[in-house]
């Protein structure tokens, strides 16, 4: 004979919740041995919910704050790289040219001014460079390629010459075909934007780097072999080239040292999002943090209970007369 089934009579409604809140704790537990927070944070948190979402809200913040200073410093050091490199590709030039005008070797000149044109098409290089999609000596118009060919630029400051009655004239049309608003450098070599509103921005046409291709420019057609007859004629023009670029340099060690000080305000700013955000981090684990090594420890004893309570289920599940009379 048996007895009639435990759920109806022996097992009460109350011995079935009790199982049933055990695995629910359970998985709570679990999930906070796991992440090592509370899973319920209202009834964890009560009153300072409001606390623990204004801590979150600020920790978010601090992670967009911290993408945006990474992608001014990932422009600021690929902009620092390609001046560097221009830098290093052009100086010296402007001494090989003066000593070569001073000693009249034509060879040395000729050198030179070859050398001069293959650093001109460097410097356009380096400053058509790009950070993702955007151009970064294109000022505003970040989509336009900034310059076009340096072959179209020495052409147009030969005509420059070609056309010059004089030294002097010559010098009148280059600073106004580099420097006046609507000259040639503005309206047909410079592809993109005159200026920029991201002042961390170097443009291909700030004032440093103008005064080095025009310098360059000269220096280029300065070779005695195939130089205009106002170069040959004049030689001052030539020197005249050599004394831009050394000016250009200069300007460009400036140029460089400001965006450097950028770089190094960058990284303090970096350094006070750590702090803050260790500041709210350690904050918002005060207030709903759960030790995982406690949590793990009443994981232990949840499952315990849990594997009681299936053993009491099966055992009067499966009591009989004969069972209850031993």
Known sequence: MRIPPPASHIISPAFGQTVASLRESITRTAQEATTGRYSDL?????????????????????????????????????????????????????????DALISQDERLQGLTARDAEAALGQVFNLLNVRFGERFLFAGDATDTQPLGSPGDLLAAIRSLADVAVSATDFAVALETYFNAPGGGWQTSALRSAIDASDPDAVTANDASIVKLISGLAVMALSDPASSPALFKANPDISMAGAEQVSAGLSDLTNLRADRGVTQSQIEMEKASL??????FTKELNNLWGRDQYEAASALKQLETALEASYMLTSRLSSLSLLNFLR
Do not use: C, P, W, Y
Request: glycine share 8%; charged share 30%; hydrophobic share 35%.
């Open 42 to 98: 209202t009834a964890q948190l009560s009153g300072r919910i409001g606390t623990a979402m204004l801590s979150q809200k600020a920790v978010e913040d601090i992670g967009l704050r911290r993408e945006q200073v990474s992608l001014r410093e990932g422009r600021l050091e690929v902009t620092q790289r390609s001046l560097t490199l221009i830098n290093e590709r052009v100086t010296g030039l402007d001494t090989k040219m003066r």
């Open 274 to 279: 750590d702090i803050e955000e260790t500041i």
